[in-house]
């Protein structure tokens, strides 16, 4: 079986993502944008359906500020068969917890068609922690998206055992769709970007916890001082802090002695529903227009 793939090859064919929360959508709307078409399945219907109308809302826009591309579609479907049908890539945006990643690749494996390329979305888990209900481990690696389409590098990690030829395929073809991988050449909790990234988030959190500052403040010097749009506590907002609880209970799970004080304030936040962007209320309040 070959997994090498031109951007040719595969233009008519549907992507398949798993998972219609903040980043599925958005990863369904670069896979919209060149043509083809992007199948959406999550639990719950309503999700999904509202992950379509994101895409179809937001396309024209990216089309004309990009100045080229094509128009596709983003479609719902209920069955992960139905989904995966000739899909060339299948793309898992799950929640952030290996209890639900392991089950669901068994059940993708089961359905997909043999030529499938298999990339994770997931933000501090190597997919070789959940590959192993998949049969051709081969086919499988990381494909870490960040906040599309205004953050459009990603992290292309194997798992240990990915063809290469998967990993260039993906190189190659993702650019097509304004995605610009990078690959990370050994295992990495956080790949290349979030392990920065990690450290300037625990240190925000830290201060803000600690007292020293509020969430405001540092994002207004980050602002100021390396002329960001936004700052860390906005970036986080907009992940939603549920999914950076995540992240960071990963981190401390293989570091044993982190830092209280961030993850005792995100569970503040996350226990009391204020989730960010997605809730309407994270570190700021926001309109309900401001969900994704």
């Given amino acids: 079986m070959t997994y090498a793939f031109t951007f040719e090859d595969i233009r008519r064919r549907p992507v398949a993502i798993i998972g219609a929360g903040t980043l599925g959508r958005r990863i369904a709307l670069m896979f919209a944008s060149r043509g083809g078409e992007a199948r959406i399945h999550d639990p719950n219907a309503d999700q999904a359906r509202a992950a379509v109308r994101y895409v179809t809302d937001a396309l024209p826009d990216l089309l ?28 898992e945006a ?23 390329i298999f990339v994770t979305n997931s933000s501090s888990y190597a997919s070789r922690l959940m590959n192993e209900n998949i049969r051709d481990k081969s086919r499988f690696c990381n494909l870490h998206f960040y906040m599309p389409p205004t953050a459009n590098a990603a992290d292309v990690m194997s798992d240990g055992e990915t063809a290469r030829e998967i990993v260039d395929t993906l190189l190659t073809v993702l650019p097509e769709f304004d995605v610009h991988p990078f690959e990370a050449r050994r295992e990495s909790t956080g790949f290349i970007f979030n392990r920065v990234w990690a450290a300037i988030k625990r240190e925000s959190l830290a201060v803000v916890a600690e007292g020293v500052a509020r969430p405001e ?47 005792r304030l995100l569970h503040e936040y996350v226990d009391a529903g204020k989730l960010g962007v997605k809730t309407g209320e994270g570190f700021y309040a926001y309109p309900p227009t401001a969900a994704p």
Wanted: proline content about 9%; overall charge negative.
């Fill in 64 to 91: 004309a500020r990009r100045g080229s591309g094509e128009a596709g579609t983003a479609t719902a479907h209920d069955s992960l068969s139905s989904t995966l049908d000739g899909a060339w890539l299948v793309v």
């Fill in 94 to 116: 799950v929640p952030e917890r290996l209890d639900i990643k392991i089950p669901l690749w068994g059940r993708i494996d089961a359905v997909a068609p043999s030529d499938t």
């Fill in 217 to 263: 403040d540092v994002d207004g010097m980050f602002r100021l001082n390396w002329h960001m749009p936004v700052g860390p506590f906005q970036m986080m907002d907009s992940v939603g802090l549920d999914v950076v609880l995540d992240i960071e209970d990963h981190y401390a799970a293989e570091n044993p002695h982190p830092p209280e004080g961030p993850r």
